[in-house]
């Protein structure tokens, strides 16, 4: 049987604990320090930007455009009325008040914008796909939507990450491999198994098992690293390791 | 019971019979019958006790077998060179039975009877 | 790049989650056999740094259920401890579905390799008495092996025995459904063949009646007529006439042994008589030829 293990320490990866010496992004976003504060911005747009657009067209059917204009105008609202320093750990995980900031914002957002369709102007609204998340959504329905679109995020900065590693260390089989196993897209087929893949690539089975198993630890390790980026602490950046990787540790 | 006690009954009993054979095989010793039997045991006895002491020492059927032969072979020339004291020699009826008697007699020491010295075998 | 469609992500957090057995724990190295149930490679295990054989099952688990089960299988092959079973040391399932297990990498020679070598007989039949000892080992626990065959039995250098695979059958089973035919015709019972449910020992010594037969008439000569009567006893087609346990069947091989009767084969008197005799051949020779010379004697005296 496997042996037991202590998630939190595998959570930590190789018993490396949280740095306390960096500054988590939120901390750096109310830091008086110029440099500082940019830093800290550009960490949480890279980490929440995407779910957040990701979820203004769902929930608001708004276009591309219009979701991503969204965005941004409430990420620079929020740092430059400090939204995020009012975040209050004990109340809830920093992606959930988040969520509620862009909610708030969108709301109002709409309602200018009606006032605009009613008679202060024309605003053409775009709808192109066909929102998840109507007004009749339960709240728990768009957390786990919003959980959804910051999980997808988070593992393709990953992804990206681990391509340019591969690229960089000549182990473009590892990410191949990757790419067309676990990145397969279920509804365009069945899975390559692991035998025809090996095939595909001239490989030994063994190696195609070795090598996938390698890039998952890589990307392991670089999702990590994103998460450790934009958390607000320890016990957030182990809770949204949690939420992504499960039980299971990583 | 340990192999040499073992092959002095076995040497003794054959030797008993081996002897009494005598009166089938020539009959005109019957008068000396009373000492070929004598003969004949002590040759078998200490064939046996010979037999039976190598046998405590050597485990092989082949050997056993063969010792037991040589033995009786040169404890029966022994006695048929004695003679019947009339100048009779019965060499070829003495030995060869002779030596077939020891062999027996080394074939069951081999298989039978208590080694004692011996180590036990795991 | 296209972002990471909604079944892939599910697929992938789910990989990058799975506690990573095959991967971290075994570094597979090569691939040493493969047959009906699956693949068998040579593998590194990292933490205790020793070289295992890695079994990848051709099932494939589709539900918790069904791994759940191949857990408690494995816990139980896994009990079983005996000199001559090879230990399962680890089971797990791959990224991908399939289960495998872990078991000591045993070198040796193959019972069949042996069957046909010029090994005395003798011989061989004390490697398929300990091979009986194991199988009636792992039946008082309650596990039955259903694929026994010479390719699953290895004779070590020191003249150890090792039977590999005990269990897996069930692991099998466990993985897919009830059902599943598992193991190899020519050695399989006919109620193992026809997919019955409810085996018991005796498919087993089925089985066992097969591998005496090889061993008994391997290396070109015909089987003697015990050994043949043996084999064909524990491979009747009813099991209710074969041998009832491994220690019965084995019982009577160790009688062949020791040249006295076997329980397959009754005897009449002159074939007891023939066998007693054989037994006791060099004494008969012996006492045969004593009484031969003395008939010689006594005739030359005669004449």
């Known amino acids: 049987m496997p042996l037991p293990r202590d998630p939190d320490t595998r959570l930590g990866g190789s018993g490396r604990a949280f740095p306390v010496t960096r500054h988590s992004a939120i901390a750096a976003a109310k830091s008086s320090d110029p440099k500082e504060r940019t830093a800290g911005h550009e960490a949480l747009i890279r980490a929440y930007w995407k779910p957040c657009y990701a979820y203004a067209r769902m929930r608001w059917r708004m276009s591309n455009e219009d979701a991503k204009e969204l965005a941004q105008e409430f990420f620079t609202q929020a740092f430059a009325e400090e939204l995020f320093a009012r975040y209050d750990p004990s109340r809830g995980r920093f992606q959930s008040f988040l969520r509620g900031c862009l909610e708030l914002h969108g709301r109002k957002q709409r309602e200018r914008e009606g006032r605009l369709v009613r008679g202060e102007g024309t605003r053409a609204v775009e709808i192109e796909t066909a929102g998840e998340l109507s007004d009749a959504a339960s709240e728990e329905e768009r957390e786990s939507v919003f959980q959804?679109?910051?999980?997808?995020?988070?593992?393709?900065?990953?992804?990206e990450a681990l391509r340019a590693q591969c690229a960089a260390e000549g182990k473009t089989n590892a990410f191949t491999l990757l790419e067309r196993y676990d990145l397969h897209d279920p509804t365009r087929g069945p899975r390559p198994s692991y035998a025809e893949l090996a095939r595909e690539l001239s490989l030994p089975e063994t190696t195609v098992t070795n090598q996938l198993h390698w890039a998952r630890g890589a990307l392991r390790e670089l999702v990590r690293l994103e998460l450790e980026r934009a958390a607000s602490s320890e016990d957030e950046w182990r809770a949204d390791a949690r939420s992504l990787f499960g039980d299971g540790g990583a | 019971m340990s192999k040499p006690l073992f092959g002095l009954l076995l040497g003794g009993l054959l030797g008993i019979f081996d002897g009494l054979s005598a009166l089938l095989s020539a009959p005109e010793v019957k008068p000396e019958i009373v000492g070929i039997v004598i003969g004949s045991t002590i040759k078998g006895v200490i064939t046996g006790v010979l037999v039976g002491l190598i046998a405590r020492k050597l485990r092989s059927l082949p050997l056993g077998i063969l010792f037991g032969l040589l033995i009786g072979l040169v404890l029966a020339?022994?006695?048929?060179?004695?003679?019947?004291?009339?100048?009779?020699?019965?060499?070829?009826?003495?030995?060869?039975?002779?030596?077939?008697?020891?062999?027996?007699?080394?074939?069951?020491?081999?298989?039978?009877?208590?080694?004692?010295?011996?180590?036990?075998?795991? | 790049m296209s972002g990471i469609s909604d079944g892939a992500l599910e697929h992938l957090r789910a990989a990058l989650s799975a506690t990573p057995e095959a991967g971290v724990r075994y570094e597979l190295v090569r691939e040493i056999g493969r047959g009906g149930m699956g693949v068998v490679y040579l593998a590194r295990d990292r933490e205790l740094e020793r070289e295992v054989a890695l079994k990848v099952l051709a099932a494939s688990l589709s539900t918790k259920e069904a791994g759940e089960r191949l857990r408690r299988e494995a816990r139980i092959a896994a009990g079983l401890e005996h000199p001559g079973i090879v230990p399962v040391h680890?089971?797990?399932?791959?990224?991908?579905?399939?289960?495998?297990?872990?078991?000591?990498?045993?070198?040796?020679?193959?019972?069949?390799?042996?069957?046909?070598?010029?090994?005395?007989?003798?011989?061989?039949?004390?490697?398929?008495?300990?091979?009986?000892?194991?199988?009636?080992?792992?039946?008082?626990?309650?596990?039955?092996?259903?694929?026994?065959?010479?390719?699953?039995?290895?004779?070590?250098?020191?003249?150890?025995?090792?039977?590999?695979?005990?269990?897996?059958?069930?692991?099998?089973?466990?993985?897919?459904?009830?059902?599943?035919?598992?193991?190899?015709?020519?050695?399989?019972?006919?109620?193992?063949?026809?997919?019955?449910?409810d085996l018991d020992a005796r498919a087993d010594?089925?089985?066992?009646?097969?591998?005496?037969?090889?061993?008994?008439?391997?290396?070109?000569?015909?089987?003697?007529?015990?050994?043949a009567a043996i084999a064909r006893k524990a491979m009747a087609q009813s099991r209710e006439e074969r041998y009832a346990s491994a220690e019965s069947l084995a019982s009577d091989v160790r009688a062949y042994l020791a040249d006295d009767p076997v329980s397959a084969l009754p005897e009449n008197f002159a074939r007891r008589m023939a066998r007693i005799a054989y037994r006791h051949r060099v004494a008969l020779a012996l006492v045969g030829g004593y009484l031969l010379l003395r008939l010689v004697v006594l005739f030359a005296a005669k004449t």
């Not at chain 3, 059902?179 to 193992?192: K, L, N, S």
């Not at chain 3, 010594?205 to 015990?226: C, D, K, V």
């Open chain 1, 148 to 159: 959804r679109e910051w999980r997808r995020h988070v593992l393709e900065l990953g992804v």
């Open chain 2, 77 to 122: 020339y022994i006695v048929a060179a004695l003679g019947d004291g009339k100048g009779h020699h019965y060499y070829w009826e003495i030995m060869l039975p002779g030596s077939l008697l020891g062999a027996i007699v080394g074939y069951a020491t081999q298989r039978y009877g208590r080694a004692g010295n011996q180590t036990a075998r795991a």
């Open chain 3, 90 to 197: 680890d089971v797990g399932v791959l990224p991908d579905g399939r289960p495998f297990y872990v078991m000591k990498h045993v070198t040796g020679a193959r019972l069949d390799e042996i069957a046909r070598s010029p090994m005395p007989l003798r011989a061989k039949l004390d490697v398929f008495l300990r091979v009986c000892e194991a199988t009636g080992y792992a039946h008082a626990r309650g596990v039955l092996h259903r694929d026994l065959k010479p390719e699953n039995v290895r004779v070590g250098g020191f003249g150890e025995v090792l039977v590999l695979d005990f269990g897996v059958a069930k692991l099998m089973e466990a993985a897919e459904r009830a059902g599943t035919v598992v193991g190899t015709p020519g050695f399989m019972a006919p109620e193992q063949a026809r997919g019955e449910s």
């Open chain 3, 205 to 227: 010594i089925h089985a066992l009646g097969a591998i005496l037969r090889e061993l008994s008439s391997g290396g070109g000569q015909s089987a003697p007529r015990a050994l």
